[in-house]
């Protein structure tokens, strides 16, 4: 199996940095040609997923990591905190809810999208 | 009487427009809220008597998160406290599917035009 092609956007931990990563998040999608709902989708995603980190306030950089395969697309936001407040859940559940059946993914900051369905 | 308060260069991503029609305060929404820009909202939203009839036009909102869906709510329940309401006009897309996703399309007052939301009181 080939290995993911990665593709790293590294922003300062700040509120300002969260529309950047949206674009890159959804540069990408559309480059495989995902779809535009899809591409909505991954945007709340990502923008949630991130704000969770940026709040944690325990970095002063956060990187944003799309893992490309010929089949998915692997989202994911590092660092993410561990334990997350009750607001953080909020935000996490929402990332969860948008794309199901990755509820655990979220919580660890991540989620995917395959490409082949999109 | 038409009002017009806009946010300068620090804030591209969201826009801000405030006039009045009849009664009710409407505030044109354009842009992005996201934890960058929801502070703009909220600062707006709360500039508006709470006792009032205020509509939030969001149809050229392009993205919002929770961070927004949070400034909604609260202004939804100060509204509600307070014997004013809140409309949110919204067409379909990333608003209202945001919405729906949290399940708060029921209890908020969400319409698909502006000439809906001011005529509903």
């Not at chain 2, 399940?103 to 509903?120: K, M, Q």
């Amino acid at each position: 199996m080939a290995e993911p092609q990665e593709f790293r956007l590294e922003l300062p931990a700040v509120a300002e940095s969260i529309a950047l990563a949206r674009l890159f998040v959804a540069t990408i999608l559309r480059s495989r040609s995902v779809v535009e709902d899809t591409v909505s989708d991954a945007k709340l995603a990502v923008s949630e997923l991130l704000s969770v980190a940026i709040l944690d306030h325990n970095s002063l950089d956060v990187s944003v990591i799309a893992a490309v395969t010929s089949t998915s697309i692997t989202v994911r936001i590092d660092p993410f905190p561990s334990a997350p407040g009750r607001r953080d859940q909020e935000r996490i559940d929402i990332a969860a809810a948008v794309f199901p059946g990755q509820g655990e993914m979220a919580e660890l900051g991540s989620f995917s999208i395959d490409v082949a369905m999109a | 009487m038409f009002d017009r308060i806009r946010q300068g260069q620090m804030n591209q991503q969201l826009t801000i427009d405030r006039s009045t029609l009849g009664d009710h305060t409407i505030l044109d929404i354009a842009g992005e809220i996201d934890l960058a820009t929801a502070p703009q909202f909220e600062e707006h939203v709360a500039g508006v008597d709470v006792g009032s009839a205020l509509v939030v036009d969001m149809s050229n909102v392009t993205f919002m998160d929770s961070t927004g869906l949070r400034v909604l709510i609260a202004a939804h329940e100060r509204a509600e406290e307070n014997g004013g309401r809140l409309a949110i006009v919204a067409a379909e897309g990333p608003v209202t599917k945001l919405l729906g996703i949290t399940g708060v399309t029921e209890w908020l007052n969400v319409y698909t035009t502006r000439a809906l939301a001011t005529a509903d009181g």
